[in-house]
Protein backbone atom coordinates (compact mmCIF):
# COMPACT_ATOMS: atom_id res chain seq x y z
CA UNK A 1 0.00 0.00 0.00
CA UNK A 2 2.88 2.25 0.73
CA UNK A 3 4.53 1.73 -2.52
CA UNK A 4 1.53 2.45 -4.31
CA UNK A 5 0.82 5.45 -2.36
CA UNK A 6 4.18 7.19 -3.53
CA UNK A 7 3.79 6.27 -7.03
CA UNK A 8 0.55 8.04 -7.31
CA UNK A 9 2.39 10.81 -5.38
CA UNK A 10 5.27 10.70 -7.81
CA UNK A 11 2.78 10.62 -10.46
CA UNK A 12 1.22 13.82 -9.61
CA UNK A 13 4.44 15.54 -8.84
CA UNK A 14 5.33 14.50 -12.28
CA UNK A 15 1.91 16.07 -13.92
CA UNK A 16 1.92 19.29 -11.21
CA UNK A 17 5.77 19.46 -12.97
CA UNK A 18 4.62 19.65 -16.67
CA UNK A 19 1.56 22.19 -16.22
CA UNK A 20 4.39 24.28 -14.66
CA UNK A 21 6.56 23.97 -17.56
CA UNK A 22 3.70 24.76 -19.82
CA UNK A 23 2.55 27.24 -18.12
CA UNK A 24 5.79 29.98 -19.39
CA UNK A 25 5.02 28.53 -22.80
CA UNK A 26 1.73 29.23 -23.03
CA UNK A 27 2.46 32.61 -21.63
CA UNK A 28 4.53 33.09 -24.81
CA UNK A 29 2.48 31.79 -27.60
CA UNK A 30 -0.23 34.21 -25.94
CA UNK A 31 2.66 37.26 -25.93
CA UNK A 32 4.04 36.70 -29.34
CA UNK A 33 2.81 38.98 -32.09
CA UNK A 34 0.19 38.96 -34.13
CA UNK A 35 -0.82 40.51 -37.81
CA UNK A 36 -4.47 40.81 -38.49
CA UNK A 37 -6.42 41.92 -41.31
CA UNK A 38 -9.81 43.37 -41.46
CA UNK A 39 -11.90 44.44 -44.32
CA UNK A 40 -13.58 47.85 -43.33
CA UNK A 41 -15.88 47.93 -45.94
CA UNK A 42 -17.53 44.85 -44.55
CA UNK A 43 -18.25 44.67 -40.75
CA UNK A 44 -19.62 41.00 -41.40
CA UNK A 45 -15.87 39.58 -43.01
CA UNK A 46 -13.67 38.09 -40.75
CA UNK A 47 -10.83 39.62 -39.40
CA UNK A 48 -7.70 37.09 -40.19
CA UNK A 49 -4.63 37.15 -38.24
CA UNK A 50 -1.05 35.80 -39.32
CA UNK A 51 1.96 34.91 -37.00
CA UNK A 52 4.46 37.61 -39.12
CA UNK A 53 3.79 40.89 -40.89
CA UNK A 54 4.66 39.91 -44.50
CA UNK A 55 2.00 37.23 -44.88
CA UNK A 56 0.10 39.51 -43.39
CA UNK A 57 0.77 42.14 -46.06
CA UNK A 58 0.76 39.90 -48.74
CA UNK A 59 -3.35 38.87 -47.76
CA UNK A 60 -4.23 42.45 -47.09
CA UNK A 61 -2.76 43.66 -50.71
CA UNK A 62 -4.02 40.49 -52.49
CA UNK A 63 -0.71 39.04 -53.33
CA UNK A 64 0.36 42.66 -54.81
CA UNK A 65 2.86 42.78 -52.11
CA UNK A 66 4.68 39.78 -50.91
CA UNK A 67 7.85 40.89 -49.59
CA UNK A 68 7.17 42.85 -46.31
CA UNK A 69 9.81 43.15 -44.06
CA UNK A 70 8.57 40.85 -41.12
CA UNK A 71 10.01 43.85 -38.74
CA UNK A 72 7.32 46.07 -38.50
CA UNK A 73 9.42 49.03 -37.34
CA UNK A 74 11.75 48.07 -40.34
CA UNK A 75 8.70 47.96 -43.04
CA UNK A 76 7.95 51.74 -42.11
CA UNK A 77 11.30 52.92 -42.69
CA UNK A 78 11.48 51.18 -46.01
CA UNK A 79 10.44 54.10 -48.77
CA UNK A 80 10.14 51.54 -51.68
CA UNK A 81 7.73 49.42 -49.87
CA UNK A 82 5.60 52.49 -48.73
CA UNK A 83 5.25 53.76 -51.95
CA UNK A 84 3.98 50.00 -53.10
CA UNK A 85 1.32 50.31 -50.04
CA UNK A 86 0.90 53.60 -51.88
CA UNK A 87 0.12 52.65 -55.76
CA UNK A 88 -3.28 51.92 -55.75
CA UNK A 89 -4.73 54.65 -53.37
CA UNK A 90 -7.40 55.54 -56.19
CA UNK A 91 -8.10 52.18 -57.04
CA UNK A 92 -11.64 51.57 -57.34
CA UNK A 93 -13.08 55.17 -57.46
CA UNK A 94 -14.54 54.57 -60.41
CA UNK A 95 -16.78 52.14 -58.60
CA UNK A 96 -17.53 54.43 -55.84
CA UNK A 97 -18.75 56.71 -58.80
CA UNK A 98 -21.09 54.32 -59.71
CA UNK A 99 -22.29 53.89 -56.52
CA UNK A 100 -20.93 49.95 -56.35
CA UNK A 101 -21.52 47.88 -53.38
CA UNK A 102 -18.71 48.06 -51.37
CA UNK A 103 -18.61 44.58 -49.76
CA UNK A 104 -18.91 42.65 -53.26
CA UNK A 105 -14.97 43.78 -54.00
CA UNK A 106 -11.98 42.95 -53.65
CA UNK A 107 -10.74 44.67 -49.89
CA UNK A 108 -7.02 45.24 -51.03
CA UNK A 109 -5.86 48.64 -50.73
CA UNK A 110 -4.36 49.57 -47.22
CA UNK A 111 -6.56 51.90 -45.43
CA UNK A 112 -4.39 51.99 -42.20
CA UNK A 113 -1.69 49.77 -39.79
CA UNK A 114 -2.76 50.41 -36.06
CA UNK A 115 0.31 48.97 -33.96
CA UNK A 116 0.05 47.74 -30.79
CA UNK A 117 2.96 49.66 -29.36
CA UNK A 118 4.34 52.94 -29.73
CA UNK A 119 7.01 53.58 -32.58
CA UNK A 120 4.92 51.34 -34.91
CA UNK A 121 6.39 48.17 -33.12
CA UNK A 122 4.13 45.23 -31.87
CA UNK A 123 0.76 43.56 -33.14
CA UNK A 124 -0.83 45.16 -35.95
CA UNK A 125 -3.99 45.80 -37.39
CA UNK A 126 -3.84 46.16 -40.74
CA UNK A 127 -7.56 47.93 -42.67
CA UNK A 128 -8.15 47.31 -46.05
CA UNK A 129 -10.95 48.21 -48.51
CA UNK A 130 -11.87 48.84 -52.32
CA UNK A 131 -10.96 52.09 -52.56
CA UNK A 132 -8.80 54.63 -50.73
CA UNK A 133 -9.92 57.85 -49.32
CA UNK A 134 -11.03 61.11 -51.48
CA UNK A 135 -9.17 64.59 -51.28
CA UNK A 136 -11.35 65.98 -49.03
CA UNK A 137 -11.74 66.44 -45.28
CA UNK A 138 -15.72 66.78 -45.87
CA UNK A 139 -16.69 63.57 -45.15
CA UNK A 140 -15.49 59.82 -44.00
CA UNK A 141 -14.95 57.04 -46.44
CA UNK A 142 -14.63 54.32 -44.32
CA UNK A 143 -15.33 53.29 -40.76
CA UNK A 144 -15.31 50.68 -38.03
CA UNK A 145 -17.79 51.26 -35.24
CA UNK A 146 -16.20 48.67 -32.82
CA UNK A 147 -12.66 46.53 -33.04
CA UNK A 148 -12.01 42.79 -32.43
CA UNK A 149 -12.26 42.17 -28.46
CA UNK A 150 -8.51 42.10 -28.26
CA UNK A 151 -7.14 45.11 -29.71
CA UNK A 152 -10.25 47.38 -28.02
CA UNK A 153 -7.80 49.91 -25.65
CA UNK A 154 -4.66 48.31 -27.21
CA UNK A 155 -3.48 50.68 -30.43
CA UNK A 156 -0.36 52.86 -29.85
CA UNK A 157 0.16 54.05 -32.88
CA UNK A 158 -0.52 54.17 -35.90
CA UNK A 159 -0.20 55.11 -40.15
CA UNK A 160 -2.82 55.90 -42.28
CA UNK A 161 -2.80 54.63 -46.05
CA UNK A 162 -4.04 55.57 -49.68
CA UNK A 163 -4.49 59.04 -48.92
CA UNK A 164 -6.17 58.03 -45.90
CA UNK A 165 -6.07 60.13 -42.47
CA UNK A 166 -7.53 58.11 -39.77
CA UNK A 167 -10.05 58.77 -36.41
CA UNK A 168 -9.38 57.10 -33.62
CA UNK A 169 -12.66 57.59 -31.01
CA UNK A 170 -12.51 56.59 -26.96
CA UNK A 171 -15.27 54.15 -27.34
CA UNK A 172 -17.31 52.51 -29.92
CA UNK A 173 -19.52 53.75 -32.14
CA UNK A 174 -17.74 57.02 -32.70
CA UNK A 175 -17.82 58.79 -29.61
CA UNK A 176 -15.46 60.16 -27.10
CA UNK A 177 -12.32 62.52 -26.68
CA UNK A 178 -11.22 63.18 -30.30
CA UNK A 179 -7.74 65.07 -31.22
CA UNK A 180 -7.00 65.26 -34.93
CA UNK A 181 -3.00 64.54 -36.13
CA UNK A 182 -1.56 63.88 -39.46
CA UNK A 183 -1.71 60.38 -41.33
CA UNK A 184 0.24 58.71 -38.39
CA UNK A 185 1.49 59.36 -34.72
CA UNK A 186 4.14 57.22 -33.78
CA UNK A 187 2.82 57.69 -29.98
CA UNK A 188 -0.28 58.22 -28.68
CA UNK A 189 0.98 58.49 -25.25
CA UNK A 190 1.77 62.39 -25.33
CA UNK A 191 -2.00 63.00 -26.75
CA UNK A 192 -5.23 63.78 -25.52
CA UNK A 193 -6.92 60.67 -26.65
CA UNK A 194 -3.63 58.75 -25.20
CA UNK A 195 -2.64 55.38 -25.85
CA UNK A 196 -4.66 51.94 -25.74
CA UNK A 197 -7.62 54.17 -25.51
CA UNK A 198 -8.89 53.56 -28.73
CA UNK A 199 -12.05 51.30 -29.60
CA UNK A 200 -13.63 52.83 -32.80
CA UNK A 201 -12.07 54.61 -35.98
CA UNK A 202 -13.02 56.49 -39.10
CA UNK A 203 -11.11 57.27 -41.93
CA UNK A 204 -11.49 60.66 -44.45
CA UNK A 205 -8.99 62.37 -46.77
CA UNK A 206 -6.23 64.34 -44.97
CA UNK A 207 -7.40 64.65 -41.90
CA UNK A 208 -7.06 62.09 -38.77
CA UNK A 209 -9.00 62.54 -35.34
CA UNK A 210 -9.72 60.84 -32.16
CA UNK A 211 -12.72 61.09 -30.06
CA UNK A 212 -13.41 59.84 -26.32
CA UNK A 213 -17.12 59.29 -26.45
CA UNK A 214 -19.95 57.99 -28.72
CA UNK A 215 -21.36 60.53 -30.83
CA UNK A 216 -18.75 62.67 -31.40
CA UNK A 217 -18.95 64.26 -28.36
CA UNK A 218 -15.95 65.99 -27.79
CA UNK A 219 -13.49 68.86 -29.75
CA UNK A 220 -11.37 67.89 -32.14
CA UNK A 221 -7.82 69.69 -32.78
CA UNK A 222 -6.05 69.50 -35.81
CA UNK A 223 -2.71 69.02 -36.38
CA UNK A 224 -0.97 69.43 -39.14
Known amino acids: MRLRTLSLVSVALAALGTAFAAAPA ?3 AAERPRHCVANVANPSAPVRCYDNFTTAIAKATGGRVTDAPADVRAALRDTDLLARLDATAGKGLDAKAAHRDPTTLAA ?3 ISIEYWDSDFEGST ?3 TAPWGCTTTTGDTDWSAAT ?13 GFSNCWVKHFEHIHF ?15 D ?3 GADVASSLRST ?3 VALYEHAGYRALSAVHR
Open 108 to 110: DVL
Open 125 to 127: YTW
Open 191 to 193: NAL
Open 205 to 207: GNT
Open 147 to 159: LVSNWNDEIGSYR
Open 26 to 28: QAA
Open 175 to 189: GGLCEAFAGDDADLR
